[in-house]
């Protein structure tokens, strides 16, 4: 097994907004390269919050962020920018010129590199989200949501962050479509080798694609370890105010029936049935 | 057993889009029932449910063919505001609803539109309050309460008109879990204690699927199923076809069903699942 | 603390137990009182009165500080219009002429009437919108039976510029995301930041105008046809009873005016050569 190096350490973080409230209290945990982490909690758990502290959006109040070595309340914008990636959940929000080309140029443009690897990471990053060519010249604004979204990616892509993440990556989109994005981010982590992490509170999603899940409540994180693992601790959980999906509360439901209580997709399960039925 | 919908060869094109939104759609649906919706994004699920209200073609310029009736009338043959009166729509943006300046002008602002008395409204406005828990909201501005408890107000504002037609398109799409159950927890009260006809566009199936008594599945802007819920997820075949992932617990016994090992009716919800379960494995 | 139209009033004052309507009545009649008093003095003193209820209704007193800079760059405006634009008129006095610009007494003077003239205007319309939550300006506008399409668009306003201001940390955020980083960059640089944050404050508006105007129509509002002339019942307002000294209240504002046109134009009170000030001024200057 490849060692892989801890690319991003958080120290007993806490952070405050300027009114008083506390966003986040003793947050410890390591991000390790190639991992496709999952951040979940209820909405007012603090996981928006800490995925803007991990991109030095938000400088912590207490405690720090180490990222390959740099100091977010150190680095620089571009300094940052260049290791972390963060996606907004609403496209729009994100979109400011007139051509999908020059959005995606936005980024590589800001940390001023020559012109000739603007081109070259622009066309890269518009090819590994699919966006077809002839929309390359299109004003963002009138494409649908999916494909916003992926030239919202795109531009962060263009960045090369070893470290995506995306906020609700599934939010308000069809199951298809919801699939195609998670494939995809999928393929970033696998084939490319990119960190992902996704804050969501979509649990289907989570038990099908992320490997480790991170679970918040009330500023804390309360759970942290592999998928399987995580949603075996139902009373955990139930802190966080979310269940595991289905077919996994099906599973846990009598442990006694002998179902393994990490299942998380409905093909395992009819698998495990056929050999208990045996 | 009246109809409250009643559309017949209803086809729309928006006008500046190639092909129609919605194609050929015939569908009846009788009052009190309990009507879900689903099918993937671009399907027409928003548009046949803006048809309904009138917002089609009342609000958008297109070309329309067929009949829609609702209440027994034609919805263009309605004058302004008066299909509003018996037709409530909630929508899918928390942000994009909030009419007013706080929570209780909200609830008032449609009772006030349709000529209530004072009294009337303190009357609603208790009932509609205690039914949604609103009670401590009730003087905050919507920039200090959560998505959640929008979605709440706006279902709120939109009962306190009394629609005897309740229409909610993909209402919960933008919230987490919790406030996601609080709402259908609401339109739960509303199926077994008031009268109201109610058709939900959802995408979220594990919350509505014990609630619906009717499904719908809608592709390609027409209407590829329509059957009673048990019968509907019978066929979870044409529905995993259709980019539609039926409840983990259901979908587990249709898999069962699928290969031979199950024969029997599949469960709605996963408490139903987990009976089951343990019956089959005795 | 409750949030008013121009900064935070605690909950506990007094202003919050009069009617919107009578501040509304205060805001409109007092504004007119500097318009038939010429004489500095009266208009000063009426500033110090307008401070002095901001005081009573606990007003952040340290947000006043915000204005003197505004005070000043007006008074300066006024005074250089009233002289370096005064032109040359022979029939008043000249006190000086300094680089080609002629200084006369009567211009000063008239430059001071009118400075001291709009300060209290100005002081009037801050006092009302420092104790005014939004709530209580649609209260007060209803009060006066302006039309509800009127303070429904007042109120959407007021609503549009929270949300856009939400937006706009958004957008920022997002910016930051992307690697733009304004620090130590040039003026042109910066003023390319802001034309940036309009497209996606655009998009979102555009985007959510849309949904907004059906969930208007899907509340039964119409602004035209039968619908629309319905009777209002305009619950808001049982809200806000009138109490006995809200009547009070607004009948002394009344009879101060009226009192005021009285001396004014019966008696010649409040001219300008009866200013104590201004004969102040006009010893020293001769």
New interface residues.
Partial sequence: MTDKSVYIQVNDLGFSYPDGTEALKEINFEVIEGEFIALIGQNGSGKTTLSKCLNGLYKPTSGDIVVDGLNTKEGTIVQMVKRVGYVFQNPDHQLFNNTCWDEVAYGPRNIELSEDEVKERVDEALIVVGLPEHLYGEHPFFLSKGLRQRVAIASILALRPKVIIVDEPTTGQDIKQSLEIMDFLKNLNEEHGHTVIIITHDMPIVGLYARRVIAMAQARIMADGPTREVFTKADILEKTFLAPPQITQLAQADPSLGFDPGILTVDEMVEQFKGLAK | MTSVIEIKDYTWKYLHTKAPALNGINLMIEEGSFVGIIGPNGAGKTTLAYSIDGLVPGQYNGIKKGTVNVFGKEVEAYGTGELQQVVGVVFSDPEAQFTAMTVEDELVFGMENIGLTIQEIRERLEWVTELTGLGDLLLKPPYEISGGQKQRVALAAVLAMKPKLLILDEPTSMLDPVSRKKIFEVLRILKTEEDNTIVVIEHSLENLVPLADQMILMSDSEIILQDNTSDFFKESGLLLEKGVHPPGALHFFHELSRQGLYDGDYPLTVEQGKNLLRQITQ | MNKTLLGYVPDESPIYAVHPFVKLFFLLIVSLFPMFVSAPDWNIGLMVVIIIFMWISRVNMSTLKIYVPVAISMGTIIFLSYTVMGGTHPEFELLARVAGVNFYWERIRDALVVYFRVLPMIFTMVFFLSTSR??DV?VAMRSIKVPFVVTYVF??A??SA??VL??FH??R?????????P?GKSLPYKIRQYV?YM??LF??S???SE????????????F?????K???????L?HYPYKYFDYIFIAIIGLVFIALLIFRYGFGYFQVDQSWLIGLLRDAVS
């Fill in positions: 939004e709530r649609i109120a959407m007021l609503r929270g949300m939400e937006d958004i957008v955020q997002a910016e930051q995301a992307r690697g733009f980083d620090a940036m497209v996606p998009a979102l555009l985007r959510r949904e907004f105007t059906n969930a208007l129509v899907a509340r039964g509002y119409a035209t046809g039968d619908i629309s319905v009777k209002r019942a305009d619950y808001i049982t």
